[in-house]
């Protein structure tokens, strides 16, 4: 432990540091580690289940319910239906945990830029979610209830499939829409955060992807960049994990410019009486 004794201020540094302050850098730090290891990876892993599930079952596991080829599908295949629409919405899950960790970042010396990200970051989770579980609720019983019902009664059925799909893309677009605003305001965070232009540039990159009008390649895009924006914002999480709080540095200096004041004067006294 190193420290430096004022006649006013102590500034203490190294391990020894109040667990107040050891506390949020370890959170800091598990959060960092999370966003390289799991934001980043995961939609690698989403896109290499949804070949399987094209392999394994003759589709993609989000049928198109107003087909009768959907219905059938998401009668057929339940669990591969279960396994599509709860992991899709845990991406936005794993991105929320990384923007809470910019938002502990920012949170004292730019609070407004901060409060948006978590704001955003809650909204666009919350919908993910919200898509998520009502989607397996909704598709699966649709699919059971078509394979149950004769061909008059899945004529009918067809329809209500489109509702159905009509409200989970719905959704879909508003959590979209809240990741695009979050990747935005990344880009947009003022120099001084320190925030790597590579992490800036890969926001805007997969803010444009996903507003290209050519189907699915939006989603392909953003599982491209996102590992490489996840590692690199991770690093900086890291290095604002292991750098030296605000109010540390203020304190700090304000001590050492009390202390060469004091010396100063005390010099200045010296030559009076010579």
């Known amino acids: 432990m190193s420290a430096m004794h004022t006649s006013h201020t ?16 370890h959170a800091l730090r598990i959060a960092a580690i999370f966003t390289m290891a799991v934001t980043g990876p995961y939609a690698v892993l989403f896109l290499v289940a949804l070949f399987l599930s094209v392999v394994l079952t003759g589709n993609v596991f989000f049928p198109d319910l107003a087909t009768n080829a959907g219905l059938d599908y998401a009668g057929r295949f339940p669990l591969a239906v279960l396994i599509g629409y709860i992991g899709d919405p845990l991406q936005q899950v794993a991105i929320f945990v990384s923007l809470g960790a910019v938002f502990a970042v920012l ?8 409060h948006l990200l978590l704001i955003i970051g809650s909204w666009q989770m919350v919908l993910g979610l919200t898509k998520g579980l009502t989607s397996v609720y909704m598709v699966t019983s649709l699919g059971a209830s078509y394979l149950a019902a004769n061909a008059a009664d899945k004529a009918a059925l067809l329809p209500l499939g489109g509702v159905v799909g009509g409200l989970r893309q719905g959704l879909q677009d508003m959590d979209t829409y809240g990741l695009i605003i979050a990747w935005v305001l990344i880009a947009l965070l003022p120099k001084a955060t320190g925030m790597p232009r590579w992490v800036r540039w890969l926001s805007l990159a997969m803010s444009v992807a ?12 953003f599982t491209l960049l996102i590992p490489f924006w996840a590692f690199l914002l991770g690093r900086w999480l890291l290095r604002q994990a292991a750098g030296t709080p605000v109010e540390a540095v203020a304190v700090s200096t304000a001590s050492t410019i009390w202390h060469v004041c004091e010396l100063a004067q005390s010099r200045e006294t010296a030559d009076h009486l010579l």
């Open 107 to 114: 949170q004292k010396r730019w609070p407004v830029w901060a």
């Open 10 to 25: 102590t500034i203490t540094d190294g391990p020894d540091r109040p667990a107040a302050q050891q506390k949020p850098s």
């Open 210 to 221: 996903f507003l290209l009008p050519f189907g699915p390649i939006g989603f392909f895009i």
